[in-house]
């Protein structure tokens, strides 16, 4: 299994400067990620630069905490399309949904109609560190029913110490979360595991649990593990 299949090349760091935008480029241009996710201030220049490859150009909308007014992510997503984004991650409205979880189902709709609207892609950031195994399954099927094309577990930025489900402080992704999700939607949906994923093995594990992608920081560590293992 070639890791550079599932893998989204991730740099969200809220001091990511030029060097290490052009360092993901190199990075993506020599594995051949299937995507690289950037912060919507980046995603004009790396959609230039990876315009002649198949790499899916990922950026985050309301990141990372989701709270920000249903207007205010209508108008992030608008402007990552047209700055050509492939594909938007959505943090959903935690906030929202623990509220009601219709909310969090409306604003999932307007952010899925304009994605598709483009052609795009809509992933839905279900932060599951902040959700019991319950509420897990419940986020999951309304971002179903609500018409997103991929539930992603996390944003990495999470402290699992907050929710008051947990005393774990790991707020990564988990296999026995991303079975879960599996078990909960139907195979139309996909799964995109994020956080703390570092390994060609957790990969396999994860890709094996259930998920198309994989989202992490340690793609070129990853692919120079594969290729040691394959030499």
Request: with cysteine.
């Amino acid at each position: 299994m070639n890791p550079a299949q599932y893998i989204e090349q991730t740099n969200l760091k809220p001091t990511i400067s030029d060097k290490e935008i052009e360092e993901l480029i190199e990075q993506t241009l020599k594995y051949k990620f299937i995507g690289v996710c950037v912060p919507p201030f980046w995603v004009k220049k790396v959609k230039r630069d990876l315009l002649k490859t198949d790499t899916k150009v990922v950026t985050v909308i309301g990141f990372p905490l989701g709270y920000n007014r249903t207007e205010t992510k209508v108008t992030e997503a608008e402007v990552a399309l047209k700055d050509g984004a492939d594909e938007l991650d959505l943090v959903i409205s935690t906030t929202g949904f623990k509220t009601n979880p219709f909310w969090a189902k409306v604003e999932i709709v307007r952010l899925a109609e304009i994605a598709h609207q483009a052609e795009k892609m809509l992933k839905v950031i279900i932060e599951t560190a902040y959700l019991s195994q319950k509420e897990i399954k419940e986020t999951a099927l309304i971002c179903q029913e609500a018409g997103a094309d991929f539930v992603k577990t996390s944003t990495g930025f999470a402290s699992a110490g907050f929710a008051s489900n947990t005393t774990d402080f790991y707020a990564g992704a988990k296999l026995e979360e991303v079975q879960l999700i599996r078990n909960t939607v139907s195979e139309m949906v996909g799964i995109k595991a994020s956080g703390g994923i570092k390994t060609y093995q957790q990969v396999q594990d994860f890709v094996k649990a259930g998920a198309e992608r994989i989202g992490t920081s340690s793609g070129v560590e990853i692919m120079e593990e594969y290729f040691a293992m394959n030499k």
